[in-house]
Each structure stands twice: as structure tokens, then as C-alpha cells.
């Protein structure tokens, strides 16, 4: 432990604030944040390991000390991947296997998204009011009344296609809502043709879904087919 503090105060940490005192000299606002997670999991667990004991630890430690703000990123994503599970982020964002630091485009995404997490989320911070409003989805999940589910039908040109001529190309998911009760259920067909599972997400459209899922119908009924 001795050590650790050592190492702690003599150099992390002090290049920290080396940081930030240079940083504000200049007349600039210093923003600490946490190390992005490694995809480092506990053994036979599926929470992934966090650096809320070392380098996080400290970064907030010195931020609370210099009073500036602090975006716990590692915690942020870590918590994503939790919800993906092992083997999804092994896949989407860490396409070199043995890779276990750097991400691929899409998990560079989900950290980005992280970050702009923490800064709307952190009181008073000026950086805040020079995003991008957020845009409101009004469009998936339209179809839902109250007591009556949603199916969503997700996928490729094999699920949405042309869908206009009679003798084009059609995907099952535009014609599948007529062996459905209108009154009792709707279905949306969100597939996007020349789509993978990976680009379905890299593009945001399993987003709106997902969200419209987790945070506009509390029923366990509504279903996601793929």
C-alpha cells in the first residue's frame, strides 16, 4: 500500500495536476475522467472490472482536491457492457480478439457516447450547453396503445426489401403483420436492407429501439424478433 501511494502522489497523481495548473493558466477548463474499462471480466462473473480502486480512484481524488469536474467514463461504459454481455463485446467492439484496451469503431462509439453521458449528467457544467439537443424518437414505437404490444421486427433485405411492386423484391417483415390481430397487437418492421448485426448497431437504429423497449413500454410483452 505504501507503495502504491508512493507511486500515487509522485506520479499520477502529480501529473494530474500538473495538468490542470497548466490547463487553467491558460485560461482553459479542466475536465478529469476515468480510464475507458479494459475488457477485463471477473473470473466466472459477468461484471467487468473496474478501476474504482487505482487510477479512477485517484483522478478523482485529485479532481475533488483541485475542484474540477470528474466523469467516471470507466464506470459508465463498464455498466453498458454489463448489459451486452461477454461474448456481444467481445464481438462488436473488440473485433482483434486478443485486443483488451483498444476498441474498434463501434466500441469507440459507445465510449464516445459515454462521455457526452457524463457531461450532460454532471451539474453545472458549462461544456453541456454546447451539444446537440438530444432528438426525440417519434417515430419507433408510434404504433403502441395502452394494453396493446409491440412486435419489432428486426434484420436484413431478407426482412425489408422494396416492399411496393407485386412482383419486386419484398422482405417477410412487411407482410407478416397481416397474420397479427390488429386489435389486440402492432408490428413494426425497422429491418434495414445490406444490414449486419454489427452496422444494424454501429448506425444507431437498434438504439431507438432498444430505448423505446427499456424507457416507453413498462410490458413484458413486447417482443423483439430478429
Not at 44 to 71: D, H, Y
Request: glycine share 8%; net charge positive; with cysteine.
Amino acid at each position: 500500500v505504501g507503495s502504491e501511494m508512493c507511486i500515487r502522489d509522485s506520479t499520477y497523481g502529480e501529473y494530474m495536476r500538473r495538468f490542470i495548473r497548466e490547463t487553467r493558466a491558460k485560461g482553459a477548463h479542466p475536465i478529469l475522467c476515468s480510464l475507458t474499462p479494459r475488457n477485463s471480466w471477473k473470473e466466472n462473473s459477468t461484471k467487468v472490472g473496474r478501476v474504482n480502486k487505482t487510477f479512477g480512484l485517484w483522478a478523482k481524488q485529485v479532481a475533488e482536491a483541485e475542484k474540477v469536474p470528474f466523469i467516471d467514463l470507466n464506470d459508465i461504459t463498464a455498466s453498458k457492457y454489463e448489459k451486452f454481455g461477454r461474448d456481444k463485446v467481445n464481438y462488436l467492439f473488440y473485433p482483434p480478439l486478443k485486443e483488451r484496451t483498444h476498441t474498434g469503431a463501434l466500441g469507440a462509439r459507445i465510449n464516445a457516447e459515454s462521455a457526452v453521458e457524463g457531461i450532460r449528467n454532471c451539474p453545472g457544467l458549462e461544456l453541456a450547453e454546447y451539444l446537440k439537443p438530444v432528438r426525440k424518437d417519434v417515430k419507433t414505437g408510434a404504433t403502441r396503445k395502452e394494453g396493446r404490444p409491440v412486435v419489432f421486427v428486426v434484420g436484413d433485405s431478407t426482412v425489408k426489401n422494396q416492399d411496393k411492386d407485386e412482383d419486386g423484391l419484398w422482405g417477410w417483415g412487411s407482410v407478416v403483420a397481416k397474420f397479427f390481430d390488429p386489435k389486440k397487437v402492432s408490428v413494426e418492421n425497422w429491418g434495414k436492407p445490406g444490414s449486419s448485426a454489427r452496422s444494424f448497431m454501429n448506425t444507431g437504429r437498434w438504439d431507438r429501439i432498444y430505448n423505446c423497449l427499456l424507457y416507453t413500454s413498462p410490458s413484458p410483452r413486447d417482443t423483439e424478433r430478429s
